[in-house]
T-cell receptor, first 113, second 110 residues
Framework: DSGVTQTPKHLITATGQRVTLRCSPR?????VYWYQQSLDQGLQFLIQ???????AKGNILERFSAQQFPDLHSELNLSSLELGDSALYFC????????????FGPGTRLTVT | SQQGEEDPQALSIQEGENATMNCSYK?????LQWYRQNSGRGLVHLIL?????REKHSGRLRVTLDTSKKSSSLLITASRAADTASYFC??????????FGKGTMLLVSP
């Protein structure tokens, strides 16, 4: 158990809908990262937050947004969902802002029908 | 975009044998990390090697890094069925975030 929690575990929704994925980092970790894993794209970095501020942006679509709250938990919002958004979404955390070892949550499996 | 590319894509061995996975990357790096993922689960960090290091050990794991060839290898000695998983290399350039390869699927048969 990494200490990173993600909810929900599974999510099934229809195209055009909006969903929110939630992540609680390990106690004391200030950085939160979001990744998308799909068969065709592999593991893609989406976005990083550090102590409430956006730190780095990767291949995140404009339909997706995220934030980190004062208690350091983070939410990833996915809107206008398309079939191609079906994937595993992972959250990871680390103590600092620089990219050393990261601790991954169990993931949320999103299925868009 | 993928920075690291693992080779082979899949590897099947018997328990007790050694498993070697390779990773090649394209740009200069700060460090390189290896992660393990059991089917559909979260990734687990295995080892980090910095750009000024050539070799690192952790238990049955041995990682090498050749920055001149932009490549790394992960050796798992005396493999066990529990080592069955996908293994990913991830690179860090500067202070930016991890960029993962597509992974090697390792199957260890009893």
């Amino acid at each position: 158990d990494s200490g990173v929690t993600q909810t929900p575990k599974h999510l099934i929704t229809a195209t055009g809908q909006r969903v929110t994925l939630r992540c609680s980092p390990r106690s004391g970790d200030l950085s939160v990262y979001w990744y998308q894993q799909s068969l065709d794209q592999g593991l893609q970095f989406l976005i990083q937050y550090y102590n409430g501020e956006e730190r780095a942006k990767g291949n995140i679509l404009e339909r997706f947004s995220a934030q980190q709250f004062p208690d350091l938990h983070s939410e990833l919002n996915l809107s206008s969902l398309e079939l191609g958004d079906s994937a595993l979404y992972f959250c990871a955390s680390s103590p600092m802002a620089s990219a050393g070892e990261q601790y991954f949550g169990p993931g949320t499996r999103l299925t868009v029908t | 975009s993928q920075q690291g590319e693992e080779d082979p894509q899949a590897l099947s061995i018997q328990e007790g044998e050694n498993a070697t996975m390779n990773c090649s990357y394209k740009t200069s790096i700060n460090n390189l990390q290896w992660y393990r993922q059991n089917s559909g689960r979260g990734l687990v960090h295995l080892i980090l090697i910095r750009s000024n290091e050539r070799e690192k050990h952790s238990g049955r794991l041995r990682v090498t890094l050749d920055t001149s060839k932009k490549s790394s290898s992960l050796l798992i000695t005396a493999s066990r069925a529990a080592d069955t998983a996908s293994y990913f290399c991830a690179t860090v350039a500067g202070y930016s975030t991890l960029t993962f390869g597509k992974g090697t699927m390792l199957l260890v048969s009893p």
